[in-house]
């Protein structure tokens, strides 16, 4: 039996082996002419960042990702092609530094993960209050930044923690935050809870926790705590800022994949977009004022 | 090897080539098997490896210093998933039991407890678990019930044992009425209650024959335990999930995904010997 069986079985492993090997130099070959295409592509200079020179998904056009469902203050009514809320601000804003007009712009629903995974990207940049880090920058690249951010305490009034005014007063209360952000490095880091922070899916799921009682206070952005406190919550309020857990100033980038011929011009395109003020004024018009949260001390 | 030998101490010429060449052939079969196996593993490896993307992705899912310095979060994580597990295994196991000798109660009088039992298992089997899950962990507390917890872990277990006594107890009453009506019949006949009967007659023959789709349960469990996470709690998953967000490094999900292969190995060799166990006893049972 195992005699007659043993050929087939070898042919069919030869055969297999024929075809995986046949693929392989495919897919060698066409990233060698992706690889010599990007390093042909002129260096850095104005006019490399022309709008034709520019290598888009799509020819002409600027593809943009971000999250679904995409949250305020950072977009508004979930739509992002609207223009309104601070990122869809900045993106168009970018895209019209970059010479896009507003109809070259398409949007991609891009979840976290896909974002910095190692394949391919069916994104140019993508824009979602991802935090700069080296740690990070060794997988994706991030262009200059567009916000200084702060990670903000909220809670409700009739929570432990709304009486909070110093950080050693939230060290024993049990604190939560979203999976993926940097709220949750700095509950660990600055804060450093003596039981462990929850850590939820989305801060939607993080808010009903906080109005059930299964957590006194929630780390949020904040920009996203004025939202909520204001917005979501019955009741809300700010405990106040955290200082920056490594004494750096916590900013927001656009994220690209790794070595992205378009990081350079995405960069200076935000560069030019704080130089001349944009940045500032459209924080303005978006985002409530920092002013009446203390920082905690 | 030796004792036929001795038994049939003259084996014709023609015998001893016959032997011969099968021991040839079997030989040559099997290193036949060992050469495709390594030419196979060899000509998978070697297209992994040279593909255009093996190095960016070998650092963003193999990189080992990362993942020994994952592995404690990681560990910690399964920590609970190991002990919402072992706790809520118990309770659907007897939970389980409980709706399936509810739903074959016999007579008419008990048509209400049938139908809610029948009632209970079409709800929890068909709602999805997360669903079920958020319904429980964040729902149940929002009633603010001066006397129900509000404590995720616990809320989660509750979620995990509804929908898995729902799919149990399925398992259960399929074992019970896999058994034949003659062995009822005859366990009546001679006196036993119908308490007895399932007891003593129709339960062990049952939960013998449905141990194989139990344990595929119990592995199916072992996974899904970590949905608990999205109430708050960090289980193995969310831990590497965690370090994935911080880092952009995807390796502590792999940490993760080893981890829980490991552990299913062990049930998946209980219900091996579980099974072989079984049928020796029942053929010890014939023979005798």
Avoid at chain 2, 136 to 157: A, S
């Amino acid at each position: 039996m195992s005699r007659r069986m043993s050929r087939p079985v070898l042919a069919a492993v030869l055969s297999l082996a024929a075809l995986v090997s046949a693929c392989s130099p495919a897919d060698d070959d066409e990233t060698a002419s992706d690889t010599t295409s990007a390093t042909t592509s002129p260096s850095t200079s104005s006019d490399a960042c022309a709008t034709d020179a520019l290598q888009t998904q799509t020819d002409g056009k600027l593809t943009i990702g971000t999250d679904k469902p995409a949250y305020e203050p950072w977009f508004v009514d979930d739509d992002p092609a609207n223009g309104k809320g601070y990122e869809s601000a900045v993106a168009y804003a970018v895209a019209e530094e970059l010479g896009y007009a507003k109809t070259d712009v398409t949007w991609v629903p891009v979840k976290f993960d896909a974002a910095i995974q190692p394949g391919p990207k069916n994104f140019d940049f993508d824009i979602n209050q991802f935090s700069i880090t080296e740690e990070r920058q060794q997988v994706v690249d991030f262009s200059s930044p567009y916000y200084d951010v702060t990670q903000t305490v909220i809670t409700t009034g009739e929570s432990k923690a709304a009486t909070a005014t110093t950080i050693a007063d939230l060290k024993g209360r049990k604190l939560g935050a979203q999976v993926g952000t940097t709220s949750l490095a700095a509950i660990n880091e600055v804060i450093a809870p003596s039981s462990d922070a929850a850590v939820f899916n989305s801060n939607d799921d993080a808010k009903i926790a906080l109005e059930n009682g299964q957590i006194d206070a929630l780390v949020v952005d904040l920009p996203t705590a004025f939202f909520i406190t204001a917005a979501e919550l019955d009741n809300g309020k700010i405990v106040g800022q955290l200082p920056p857990s490594t004494g750096d100033q916590e900013q927001f980038g656009l994220l690209l994949d790794k070595d992205s011929p378009l990081t350079d011009c995405v960069s200076m395109a935000v560069d030019a977009l704080r130089s001349d003020g944009t940045l500032d004024e459209l924080q303005q018009q978006w985002l409530a004022q920092a002013a009446g949260a203390p920082v905690l001390k | 090897m030796t004792a036929p030998a001795e038994a049939f101490p003259q084996l014709s010429l023609v015998e001893q080539e016959r032997r011969a060449y099968r021991r040839g052939r079997a030989h040559r079969s099997s290193l036949v098997a060992g050469a495709s196996t390594v030419i196979f593993l060899a000509v998978v490896g070697t297209a992994i490896v040279l593909s255009p993307g093996w190095p960016r992705v070998k650092s963003q899912f193999l990189d080992v210093g990362y993942g020994w310095e994952v592995l404690p979060d990681v560990l910690r994580g399964l920590w609970l998933n190991l002990r919402v597990l072992l706790i809520s295994a118990l309770l659907v196991l007897v939970l389980g039991l409980v709706i399936a000798s509810a739903r074959t109660l016999r007579g008419p009088v008990f048509f209400p407890v049938r139908f809610l039992a029948a009632a209970y298992t079409d709800l929890f089997r068909g709602i999805p678990l997360i669903i079920l899950l958020y319904l429980i962990g964040f729902g149940v507390p929002g009633l603010r019930l001066e006397f129900v917890t509000t404590n995720v872990v616990v809320l989660g277990t509750a979620a995990l044992v509804l929908t898995y006594s729902a799919y149990v107890a399925e398992v259960f009453r399929a074992g019970i009425e896999s058994v034949h009506p003659s062995q009822r019949a005859a366990a009546r006949s001679l006196g036993l209650s119908y308490g007895q009967t399932m007891r003593r007659i129709v339960l062990p023959q049952a939960v013998r024959r449905v141990q194989p789709a139990l344990l595929n349960d119990f592995v199916a469990m072992q996974k899904d335990v970590g949905l608990i996470s999205i109430l708050g709690a960090t289980d193995a998953v969310r831990a590497a999930q965690i370090n994935v967000a911080q880092s952009f490094n995807f390796t502590p999900y792999v940490v993760a995904g080893l981890l829980f292969v490991l552990l299913a190995i062990p049930s998946a060799r209980l219900a091996d010997w579980v099974q072989l166990r079984a049928i020796r006893r029942q053929q010890a049972g014939g023979a005798a």
